[in-house]
């Protein structure tokens, strides 16, 4: 019976704390900022994703306008989408518009922080802060955790050329 309790509580402490390692997120007023994540990277990569969700519980809408962070060069804003038949990338220089009573998910093949220039390799299990900015929310400083290198892999992984090095307008 002792054992049987005793193996009851571990199991429950293990849930509860298997939970808060897998979701972590960060209010900012009327702004919800959930799960912010990286993929590790390989060895010599230049670049790094970040990904998170952004849920806008006002009435007015606001704009992630920028996002800093100590583990590159520097840090933009950007979208991925289909030209063509070609995956194109573009920073996204205005920002991304958080919709008042909507969410943004910032997610691999779509709109997604990018890192460039990486001072050291990302590794999973590991975690770096950020800082995001929003035009009328102000600041709010994250901590991005690092998964594997195959976590939620984007639709078209492998299947579609992709054009990473243009950097110019989608569609020209």
Known sequence: MKTLR????????ALLTTGAALAHGYKLGALEIGHPWSRATPKSAPVGGGYLTITN?????DRLVAVSADVSQKVELHE???VDGV????ALDDGV????GGKVELKPGGHHVMFIGLKAQFAAGTSFKGTLT???AG???VEFQVEDMAAKMPEHSGAMPMDHGAMKPMGQ
Request: net charge positive; glycine share 6%.
């Open 80 to 82: 991925m989408a289909v």
């Open 134 to 136: 929003f035009e009328k």
């Open 57 to 61: 519980t006002g009435t007015t809408a």
């Open 6 to 13: 005793t193996l009851a509580l571990a199991s429950g402490l």
């Open 97 to 100: 518009v958080v919709p008042a």
């Open 87 to 90: 995956m194109k990338m573009r």
């Open 139 to 141: 600041k709010v400083d």
